[in-house]
């Protein structure tokens, strides 16, 4: 039986809606240039600055994470300057890609995937390019399930240089601490279908004072993500266009569950649910991507590199219980399997995964014994 309403979706985005969200989203249509929509674009936008950790207001686009990070490259630099990008990932190599598109000289930094920039790395990098004009970061590289060290990186690149930091926050904002503010990051992005619960189509933007100097100088052209554009608008509690009012009524549900959890509940339980998920997979002996420092609370990746079996062979047996789990990209394509833990995700839904996971090794003849991914995972919980 494979009930759709029952289907757990572990992969790293999208995440499964709650109830609460599904509901809120399913109010009737209003006008988006009457008082209820510029009410509720406000409330997202106030409640957004304890996500991103800033005074600023963000900004709200349509569009999915990729829009965002398209207008962080078209807003910051300009054909003619010179930017870093660090990867670690796909989804650092899209950043690198962007900026290439658009005419930017591009420094890349790229770090073996499945571990995280480290900030010595970057200083020496960041020195040896001194035109950089932005410095591109990744927070949770998805694809490799590791967290980069955003505070750390951000100050060995302002100890350096003047360059911008623009950080992928997509698929971990929510779900671990963000003080852009204090870090002194001067763009950060997000999108809305991880951490925040919500189907794909916004994405989020919060902007330093210095990068609005330096976007409001920019002379390239560009029109439906030039963020002046939604900056001025929401001083005016309003889009440039129209905006995702159904999404938005989703946004505001959202924030307001996360509120009710409690911030640092919130990253808490993320904790856990990644700790749960490498004590399991540890217990069944299946070796693990990244190390405990580099991990991401929101993603797990199991290194098929290491298996005598394969981990796509692992998805389609888990899909059939269905539990359905992510595999690689790139050259990590078909090499390993990542399992999503963030946004609508307890410590329940990772006992289900673990168990589900440990029945696909059994039926595959991987030499696993029942219930011990689960026990360990048990043990994280009960503090044993
Ligand atoms: C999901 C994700 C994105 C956005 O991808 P879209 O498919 O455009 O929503 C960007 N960066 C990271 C790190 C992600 O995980």
Same mark, same amino acid.
């Given at each position: 039986?494979?009930?759709?309403?029952?289907?757990?979706?572990?992969?790293?985005?999208?995440?499964?809606?709650?109830?609460?969200?599904?509901?809120?989203?399913?109010?009737?249509?209003?006008?988006?240039?009457?008082?209820?929509?510029?009410?509720?674009?406000?409330?997202?936008?106030?409640?957004?600055?304890?996500?991103? +950790?800033?005074?600023?207001?963000?900004?709200?686009?349509? +569009?999915?994470?990729?829009?965002?990070?398209?207008?962080?490259?078209?807003?910051?630099?300009?054909?003619?300057?010179?930017?870093?990008?660090?990867?670690?990932?796909?989804?650092?190599?899209?950043?690198?890609?962007?900026?290439?598109?658009?005419?930017?000289?591009?420094?890349?930094?790229?770090?073996?995937?499945?571990?995280?920039?480290?900030?010595?790395?970057?200083?020496?990098?960041?020195?040896?390019?001194?035109?950089?004009?932005?410095?591109?970061?990744?927070?949770?590289?998805?694809?490799?399930?590791?967290?980069?060290?955003?505070?750390?990186?951000?100050?060995?690149?302002?100890?350096?240089?003047?360059?911008?930091?623009?950080?992928?926050?997509?698929?971990?904002?929510?779900?671990?601490?963000?003080?852009?503010?204090?870090?002194?990051?001067?763009?950060?992005?997000?999108?809305?279908?991880?951490? =925040?619960?919500?189907?794909?189509?916004?994405?989020?933007?919060?902007?330093?004072?210095?990068?609005?100097?330096?976007?409001?100088?920019?002379?390239?052209?560009?029109?439906?993500?030039?963020?002046?554009?939604?900056?001025?608008?929401?001083?005016?509690?309003?889009?440039?266009?129209?905006?995702?009012?159904?999404?938005?009524?989703?946004?505001?549900?959202?924030?307001?569950?996360?509120?009710?959890?409690?911030?640092?509940?919130?990253?808490?339980?993320?904790?856990? =649910?990644?700790?749960?998920?490498?004590?399991?997979?540890?217990?069944?002996?299946?070796?693990?991507?990244?190390?405990?420092?580099?991990?991401?609370?929101?993603?797990?990746?199991?290194?098929?590199?290491?298996?005598?079996?394969?981990?796509?062979?692992?998805?389609?047996?888990?899909?059939?219980?269905?539990?359905?789990?992510?595999?690689?990209?790139?050259?990590?394509?078909?090499?390993?399997?990542?399992?999503?833990?963030?946004?609508?995700?307890?410590?329940?839904?990772?006992?289900?995964?673990?168990?589900?996971?440990?029945?696909?090794?059994?039926?595959?003849?991987?030499?696993?014994?029942?219930?011990?991914?689960?026990?360990?995972?048990?043990?994280?919980?009960?503090?044993?």
């Amino acid at each position: 039986m494979n009930w759709q309403d029952k289907a757990h979706l572990r992969i790293p985005g999208p995440t499964p809606i709650p109830l609460r969200i599904q509901q809120a989203m399913s109010k009737p249509m209003i006008g988006h240039r009457g008082q209820a929509a510029s009410r509720l674009l406000q409330e997202c936008a106030t409640s957004l600055r304890a996500l991103f +950790g800033t005074t600023h207001t963000p900004l709200i686009l349509t +569009g999915s994470g990729t829009s965002a990070l398209e207008a962080a490259v078209t807003n910051a630099v300009q054909p003619g300057d010179e930017a870093i990008v660090v990867v670690t990932g796909a989804f650092g190599d899209r950043f690198a890609k962007i900026v290439e598109r658009y005419g930017i000289a591009l420094h890349r930094l790229d770090v073996p995937w499945g571990t995280s920039c480290s900030p010595e790395q970057l200083a020496t990098f960041v020195q040896n390019h001194p035109r950089a004009k932005a410095v591109f970061l990744t927070y949770c590289e998805t694809s490799t399930a590791v967290l980069n060290p955003i505070a750390e990186l951000a100050k060995a690149v302002h100890d350096h240089s003047d360059a911008l930091v623009i950080v992928d926050g997509v698929s971990c904002l929510g779900a671990v601490p963000c003080h852009m503010d204090d870090w002194q990051v001067d763009i950060m992005v997000t999108g809305s279908q991880k951490v =925040l619960m919500l189907p794909p189509g916004l994405a989020m933007v919060a902007v330093s004072e210095r990068a609005w100097k330096r976007i409001e100088q920019q002379t390239q052209p560009r029109f439906y993500l030039d963020l002046t554009a939604y900056k001025r608008s929401m001083e005016q509690h309003s889009a440039p266009y129209t905006p995702a009012v159904s999404l938005l009524y989703g946004l505001k549900e959202a924030l307001l569950m996360l509120e009710e959890e409690g911030w640092e509940n919130v990253f808490a339980r993320h904790q856990r =649910l990644m700790r749960m998920t490498r004590a399991g997979l540890r217990a069944l002996g299946l070796p693990l991507l990244t190390s405990d420092d580099d991990a991401s609370p929101t993603v797990t990746a199991i290194d098929g590199r290491q298996t005598a079996w394969d981990t796509e062979s692992l998805r389609k047996h888990m899909s059939e219980m269905n539990v359905t789990i992510a595999g690689g990209q790139q050259h990590l394509k078909g090499q390993i399997a990542r399992i999503g833990h963030m946004g609508y995700c307890d410590e329940l839904d990772v006992l289900t995964v673990l168990g589900v996971l440990e029945m696909a090794c059994f039926k595959m003849g991987v030499p696993v014994e029942l219930g011990t991914g689960v026990k360990a995972a048990q043990e994280v919980i009960l503090h044993v």
